[in-house]
């Protein structure tokens, strides 16, 4: 049976409820799910608590979730990019989990994989890990960190089938197949659907197994966070162009 919903917004609607979890893949802008996250904007959700590398920017990303004041916590390893952010976390609006990225990765993964609790050297001796178990192991000290499960898991893909099966592209993979696993209702948003078969399985990264609906992307321009551009020297017979001519 098909997992594909034409209708990101009806589709969360059914399933969001103040308060829950939400994980998000991506990596600033790069690979987030732009229309699933517009989708619970507009569902006016709140109370929620939202997993992600970071919270993209002001006014775009998941920094539409903090304009609308819809979020009350965040688990996340790199925040620098949003004012809001700092804002809301500094007027005492927004509770914040800051943990080391890979131990945000890791901690994703676990709740995927079905593991409760890991134990790693990341932030031993620091604020990160204060209140937390901890243990000695050949030698050396490690602290306890938790398996995240979200309640939904929202996810962008390059590729994917009806399915469910997923393929990331270059950098926009990046968070995208651990928070795929690590919700228990998973949803994907897809830029090229294709029918079951179409993908080489050697090529599968995220198993459709783990994915419960697939959305359409609607194909709206990618925002970058940063555009860095610089003079491009002159080859021989040719003028200068700037980064970005020919992209």
């Known amino acids: 049976m098909s997992k594909v919903i034409d209708n990101a917004a009806e589709l969360l609607a059914e399933h969001l409820r103040d308060g829950m979890t939400l994980a998000?893949?991506?990596?600033?802008?790069?690979?987030?799910?732009?229309?699933?996250?517009?989708?619970?904007?507009?569902?006016?959700?709140?109370?929620?608590?939202?997993?992600?590398?970071?919270?993209?920017?002001?006014?775009?990303?998941?920094?539409?979730?903090?304009?609308?004041?819809?979020?009350?916590?965040?688990?996340?390893?790199?925040?620098?990019?949003?004012?809001?952010?700092?804002?809301?976390?500094?007027?005492?609006?927004?509770?914040?989990?800051?943990?080391?990225?890979?131990?945000?990765?890791?901690?994703?993964?676990?709740?995927?994989?079905?593991?409760?609790?890991?134990?790693?050297?990341?932030?031993?001796?620091?604020?990160?890990?204060?209140?937390?178990?901890?243990?000695e192991f050949d030698g050396e000290t490690y602290v306890q960190e938790r398996g995240i499960v979200a309640d939904i898991a929202l996810v962008h893909a390059h590729t994917g089938d009806t399915d469910g099966n997923l393929v990331y592209r270059y950098t926009a993979r990046n968070f995208n197949p651990i928070v795929a696993t690590a919700g228990k209702l998973t949803v994907a948003e897809v830029e090229h659907l294709v029918p079951v078969g179409e993908i080489h399985p050697d090529h599968i990264v995220t198993p459709g197994v783990y994915v419960q609906h697939v959305v359409p992307y609607s194909g709206a321009p990618k925002d970058i966070e940063q555009r860095t551009v610089r003079p491009r020297p002159a080859t021989a017979g040719q003028p200068s162009h700037q980064n970005g001519d020919h992209a």
């Not at 699933?36 to 569902?43: F, G, K, M, P, Q």
């Not at 809001?84 to 995927?112: C, H, K, S």
Request: proline share 4%.
């Open 24 to 135: 998000v893949g991506g990596f600033g802008l790069s690979g987030i799910p732009r229309d699933l996250i517009e989708a619970v904007r507009d569902s006016g959700v709140t109370g929620l608590t939202v997993v992600s590398n970071n919270m993209g920017v002001d006014g775009k990303g998941l920094g539409v979730l903090l304009e609308n004041h819809q979020v009350t916590k965040v688990l996340a390893s790199y925040v620098g990019e949003n004012k809001l952010f700092a804002q809301q976390y500094l007027d005492g609006e927004l509770e914040v989990e800051f943990n080391p990225q890979g131990t945000l990765a890791e901690r994703l993964r676990a709740g995927g994989a079905g593991i409760p609790a890991f134990y790693t050297r990341t932030g031993v001796g620091t604020l990160v890990a204060e209140g937390k178990p901890h243990a």
